[in-house]
């Protein structure tokens, strides 16, 4: 299996560019997260989706949007994207929201100049 | 807000000893805390959990404790390897704030050999 799956690995923007960060999950899984991780600092909430055609925010949601496109995947899209948004970010999925175990994929680095 | 926060950024044993990672939390509501362990370069990966009703949890050598007197949940592992070598997110799940899987800031845990 290959669990979680993100596209790109790595990213370089200009400020005001916009993209969209892509994820996937085939363990058939209800909830899936986006999260950023900063240097030396832990992973914050950015968006997750409870279950399929459902989105809520996180931590930290301003600047970005989230689209559930079916069970298996959830989208991260900057519109604009600004140097503060320069971070590793991962998706997640887990079983049901609540649920303990979430598997994590291997990461975006994003770096916006 | 609410925040789930680790009392020291780094840790070093020596191979075989025994490693413990503290963290203190805030939030009395939370129903489940968790321990992740993340490599380098690697998404983070579920080690443990306990539910807030428990005061120890044990897997395969690593034990979990949870004070909530104190607020203070602790992960010890025993007989440190060189694979232990990562950092140690602890984070925490309340069911009546949407069951969101929230991370603290990380403990690096390095074994010397």
């Known amino acids: 299996n290959a669990g979680v799956t993100q596209t790109p690995k790595f990213q370089v923007l200009k400020t005001g560019q916009s993209m969209t960060l892509q994820c996937a999950q085939d363990m058939n899984h209800n909830s899936m997260y986006w999260y950023r991780q900063d240097p030396g600092m832990g992973l914050r909430l950015i968006y997750y989706?409870?279950?399929?055609?459902?989105?809520d925010k996180g931590e930290v949601p301003n600047g970005y949007n989230v689209s559930r496109l079916n069970k298996r995947e959830f989208s991260l899209r900057l519109e604009s994207a600004a140097p503060s948004q320069t971070s590793v970010y991962f998706c997640?999925?887990?079983?049901?929201?609540?649920?303990?175990?979430?598997?994590f994929g291997q990461g975006t680095r994003l770096t916006v100049v | 807000g609410e925040s789930v926060g680790l009392h020291l950024p780094t840790l070093s044993v020596q191979e075989g000893d025994n490693s413990i990672i503290n963290c203190a939390y805030s939030n009395s509501a939370s129903d489940y805390f968790i321990w992740y362990k993340q490599e380098s370069g690697k998404g983070p990966q579920f080690i443990i959990d306990?539910?807030?009703?428990?005061d120890k949890r044990q897997g395969q050598r690593v034990t979990v404790l949870l004070n909530k007197t104190v607020k203070h949940l602790s992960l010890q592992i025993a007989a440190t390897q060189p694979g232990d070598s990562a950092v140690y997110f602890c984070?925490?799940?309340?069911?009546?704030?949407?069951?969101?899987?929230?991370f603290g800031q990380g403990t690096e845990l390095s074994v010397k050999p």
């Open positions: 984070a925490e799940i309340a069911y009546n704030q949407g069951g969101k899987l929230i």
């Open positions: 989706s409870a279950s399929e055609g459902t989105t």
């Open positions: 997640a999925s887990s079983e049901w929201t609540g649920g303990t175990e979430a598997f």
């Open positions: 306990i539910r807030s009703n428990m």
